[in-house]
């Protein structure tokens, strides 16, 4: 049966004080800043920042190697860390000390203790590590403390949420990123340089998906190094649709320009059954157990189709609980010929009934590698962090800060991206019927450049 906007978000924000936290006010005595009349974010230019300093909460799984990266990026200072455990926070702290860095400001102890470095004048940047359902919250509280907010993916579970990190960022004219981490691979900035460059044509269609094996993961407990206390499985309890929709999403939409003269118009989603978490679970805590008799509501494989305002389509996936390699798709084909991956294969125009031969693979690659993985790239990997894709997105996100430049994934692309958690849950509930998309932009969409083929 399909639920109201009010139970799903009850939904959404019941775990962890989250649903508290949006009733609040947020900080505005502290920064200076009054409310002020909505602006559009697009191309939004920031005063530069000589030098960068973040503030980082969470740093359980995600976090520490943003500790990492962020500490290698000359004039970036991770001045402060929060998290629940005081040991997480020391152990960042000696990573730092032991490098030879000031030691940054420990905040831990309470759930609302990230609110204190929010409201530190030490902090320019607030970088958001922690369970979903506390990054909307965490952004908005940052920018209405006038800080830039960069949170993790999804940046936001509901379409309310979406909304509030897009009027809060008009009002404070502070940044809010997802920091989504694929949009910079070295595969998705190839593929965006052949879109740019006009190599497969005219977009037509794309795919996008989040295929991971997740289910000993979901299952782990706190003592087994698990999601703090399951809230992946608690989600999976609770929703359907897409949950973790970005990954795959986020450079498909770049490809094709969305918010930048294209817009998703609808969308329809489908869901399979569940069975992948109870037969794991059975496993886990036997076919009696509370585990493996518990009502899972997330299907396994979950598929959505959008329609842009242009006549394109986009497929996005998600199954977190089958048994397959792992999978972004990360396809965009065009009327000149099209990209796909894992593996990466390309097929041009007039030879489109085959893939390139490895050999002229190579010699496409280094003809159309992005300038920022080539210039950056041997830097990254040393820094890690999948492969380097994440030091060139916190790279770039200081770059952009630095000088005074629109980010690469603004306000807008954080809400609509996130915007399917709800949308795709919607559909699935009315049987698979059309959801229309909202336009988060407000019409900028139509006037707002493109990506460029950054750099640093």
């Given at each position: 049966m399909m639920r109201n906007r009010r139970e799903f978000l009850k939904g959404a924000v019941c775990a962890g004080g989250a649903a508290a936290m949006l009733g609040q006010t947020g900080c505005t005595t502290f920064s200076g800043l009054t409310a002020q009349r909505r602006k559009s974010m697009v191309g939004f230019r920031a005063e530069p920042l000589e030098k960068v300093r973040v503030g980082v909460i969470g740093v359980g799984h995600r976090g520490p190697g943003a500790v990492g990266r962020l500490s290698r990026i000359p004039g970036v200072e991770v001045r402060a860390i929060s998290d629940l455990f005081e040991d997480?926070?020391?152990?960042?702290?000696?990573?730092?000390?032991?490098?030879?860095?000031?030691?940054?400001?420990?905040?831990?102890?309470?759930?609302?203790?990230?609110?204190?470095?929010?409201?530190?004048?030490?902090?320019?940047?607030?970088?958001?590590?922690?369970?979903?359902?506390?990054?909307?919250?965490?952004?908005?509280?940052?920018?209405?403390?006038?800080?830039?907010?960069?949170?993790?993916?999804?940046?936001?579970?509901?379409l309310e949420q979406c909304w509030l990190l897009v009027n809060t960022s008009e009002e404070t004219r502070r940044h809010c990123m997802m920091l989504e981490n694929c949009c910079y691979g070295y595969n998705e900035m190839l593929a965006l340089n052949l879109c740019r460059k006009g190599v497969l044509g005219d977009l037509v269609h794309g795919e996008a998906a989040y295929i991971h094996d997740l289910r000993m993961s979901k299952l782990r407990e706190n003592n087994e190094n698990g999601y703090q206390g399951q809230w992946r499985l608690e989600w999976s309890k609770q929703h359907t649709g897409n949950p973790y929709p970005t990954h795959g999403l986020g450079p498909v939409c770049q490809y094709m320009d969305i918010n930048r003269g294209d817009r998703f118009e609808y969308l329809t989603s489908v869901s399979s059954n569940q069975f992948g978490i109870s037969q794991a679970a059975a496993e886990k805590y036997g076919k009696d157990s509370p585990?493996?008799?518990?009502?899972?509501?997330?299907?396994?494989?979950?598929?959505?189709?959008?329609?842009?305002?242009?006549?394109?389509?986009?497929?996005?996936?998600?199954?977190?609980?089958?048994?397959?390699?792992?999978?972004?798709?990360?396809l965009i084909s065009g009327t000149r010929g099209i990209l796909a991956d894992y593996p990466l294969r390309v097929a041009l125009a007039p030879n489109t009934h085959n893939w390139m031969k490895d050999s002229e693979l190579e010699e496409l690659k280094a003809k159309y590698v992005h300038p920022l993985w080539d210039k950056k790239g041997e830097a990254a990997k040393k820094a890690g962090g999948h492969g380097g894709m994440d030091f060139l997105m916190d790279l770039r996100l200081c770059h952009c800060l630095q000088n005074g430049l629109p980010l690469d994934i603004d306000v807008y692309d954080t809400a609509l991206w996130s915007s399917l958690v709800e949308l795709t849950e919607q559909s699935v509930e009315r049987g698979g019927k059309p959801v229309d998309v909202p336009d988060f932009t407000r019409g900028a969409w139509k006037v707002a450049e493109p990506l460029g083929i950054v750099t640093v």
């Open positions: 997480r926070v020391a152990k960042q702290i000696k990573s730092l000390t032991d490098k030879g860095l000031p030691a940054p400001e420990a905040y831990f102890g309470s759930q609302d203790r990230w609110r204190d470095l929010c409201e530190s004048n030490e902090i320019d940047l607030v970088y958001i590590c922690t369970p979903w359902l506390w990054h909307t919250p965490m952004a908005v509280y940052a920018m209405q403390c006038g800080k830039h907010a960069a949170v993790e993916v999804p940046a936001a579970m509901t585990q493996a008799k518990m009502r899972y509501r997330l299907g396994d494989m979950n598929s959505t189709l959008i329609r842009t305002y242009r006549g394109r389509t986009i497929l996005v996936q998600h199954d977190t609980t089958s048994p397959r390699p792992y999978s972004r798709i990360n």
